[in-house]
């Protein structure tokens, strides 16, 4: 994320990894008709939109609105108060017919106030999906399962931040790729409470079943 100054004041700017030339390859209408989405602490949302696409340096920039005091958000460190605002930011989003398509930490930031922004959807999945750089793929893999999706998919995804909370590290943080999604469908989960003996068995099952 990049402050920019143009013309007419300053811009908040996410770099798309690529230069002018692949740029215009690719489907800028489809990708700004996709708003980003901030959400504030009682669960309201307001929607992020791209206002247009630049070069600075080499590199297009997508730009929209300033937002103040962003920063990555970092379930292992920041507040348990942020898990509240996303769980009720996404139940709001849900109800108002927004497709979302899991967490995948780039695209989430945190705001002053506690707000949390999420990059535009369409935005974020190019920018993924063109990535060379194998932690972005590492990052959504652990986080979300491979086969679920609607409420499902959410409840798995929070109960792995959940774990993070309590124990600060991914339960299968020795499997990758096709051993570790097998894994996840089985269900072979080692529980919260055989890593930690403080935890009780009840809530280890309740923060992997959502």
Do not use: C, Q
Request: aromatic residues 6%; negative net charge; without cysteine.
């Amino acid at each position: 994320m990049k402050r920019i100054e143009i013309s007419d004041g300053i811009r908040l700017g996410i770099p798309m990894g690529l230069n002018p030339r692949r740029f215009s390859s690719i489907d800028t209408v489809e990708i700004r008709k996709s708003p980003g989405i901030i959400i504030n602490p009682a669960g309201g949302t307001e929607e992020w939109t791209i206002e247009k696409f630049i070069e600075r340096d080499g590199e297009m920039v997508a730009i929209g609105p300033w937002l103040e005091g962003e920063r990555p958000w970092n379930p292992r460190e920041d507040s348990p108060r942020l898990l509240r605002t996303l769980l009720d930011g996404i139940r709001a989003l849900k109800g108002a017919g927004d497709p979302l398509g899991g967490l995948y930490l780039p695209a989430f930031r945190v705001l002053e106030g506690g707000r949390i922004f999420i990059l535009p959807p369409k935005l974020e999945a190019w920018i993924r999906d063109n990535s060379s750089d194998a932690r972005n793929h590492l990052d959504r893999d652990i986080w979300n399962h491979p086969d679920l999706e609607g409420d499902e998919a959410w409840s798995f995804t929070l109960g792995m931040v959940a774990w993070f909370k309590l124990i600060g590290e991914d339960p299968l943080r020795d499997e990758r790729d096709e051993d570790r999604r097998e894994r996840l469908r089985t269900g072979a989960l080692p529980s919260i409470a055989s890593r930690d003996g403080r935890i009780e068995a009840d809530a280890s099952r309740e923060a992997m079943e959502g």
